[in-house]
């Protein structure tokens, strides 16, 4: 079974301060993406990654930024967090598509509370 | 640009009804399209239709592909309490990367 972990659960933060999310998972996926979901909104992809130190920008990347170093770890970096970056951030990988689209496994989810 | 719409946003329905969830489409270079199930934490994986594969079944829960008209159904019968979950359509829309554009999702509730 795929398994995606995201290194907390929920997080309070106050406004300003550096938060790093962690997202690891343990098939050896390629594709590794950031999402955040808001009521009203659905999942909304902020950064994708499909290789080591490779990434691309999702449709929110303002405020964030990603880091790749391994294969199997993608984390994301609010470098000074807002209030409006209060969510739930969501974690997924994938392999890489070799016909009809691959599904990606989601991580349990980090619900964030910026004060 | 990329669209995939969900209706409705919310539907609470008694045990035992049988409810139908929409997802309408609107991408270039179509290849697939997703439904997944997301409880209290991370979307699962329920079906992948594509344009060879337009129906798919799984206990109460079907799903049909509409390529013509640029929708998907996802349809449950018999509901049951454990059911009640947020569904989210989604849709590859980036050759190569795999980006998935999310619908807002259906939040279904079953009552007792």
């Known amino acids: 079974d795929v398994k995606v972990t995201q290194s907390s659960r929920y997080l309070v933060k106050r406004t300003g301060e550096k938060v790093f999310l962690e997202c690891v998972q343990d098939?050896?996926?390629?594709?590794m993406f950031w999402y955040r979901q808001d009521p009203g909104l659905g999942l909304r992809l902020i950064y994708f990654?499909?290789?080591?130190?490779?990434?691309e920008k999702g449709d929110i990347p303002e405020g964030y930024s990603v880091s790749r170093e391994k294969k199997e770890r993608f984390s994301l970096i609010l470098e000074s967090a807002s209030t409006n970056q209060t969510s739930m951030y969501l974690c997924?990988?994938?392999?890489?598509?070799?016909?009809?689209?691959?599904?990606?496994?989601f991580g349990p989810g980090t619900r964030l509370l910026v004060l | 640009e990329d669209k995939v719409v969900q209706s409705p946003l919310s539907l609470v329905v008694h045990e035992g009804d049988t409810v139908t969830l929409n997802c309408s489409y609107e991408?270039?270079?179509?290849?697939?399209l997703l439904w997944y199930k997301q409880e209290k934490k991370a979307p699962t994986f329920l079906f992948m239709l594509?344009?060879?594969?337009i129906e798919k079944k799984s206990g109460r829960l079907s799903s049909i592909l509409d390529k013509k008209e640029l929708f998907s159904i996802l349809n449950i019968t018999a509901t049951q309490t454990g059911d009640s979950a947020i569904y989210l359509c989604?849709?590859?829309?980036?050759?190569?990367?795999?980006?998935?554009?999310f619908g807002t999702g259906t939040r279904l509730t079953i009552i007792p």
């Open positions: 997924a990988s994938s392999l890489p598509v070799q016909g009809p689209q691959e599904t990606q496994y």
């Open positions: 991408v270039t270079n179509f290849r697939s």
């Open positions: 594509t344009s060879s594969g």
């Open positions: 098939m050896d996926h390629e594709n």
């Open positions: 990654s499909y290789d080591v130190k490779m990434k």
């Open positions: 989604a849709v590859p829309t980036n050759f190569g990367n795999e980006k998935l554009t």
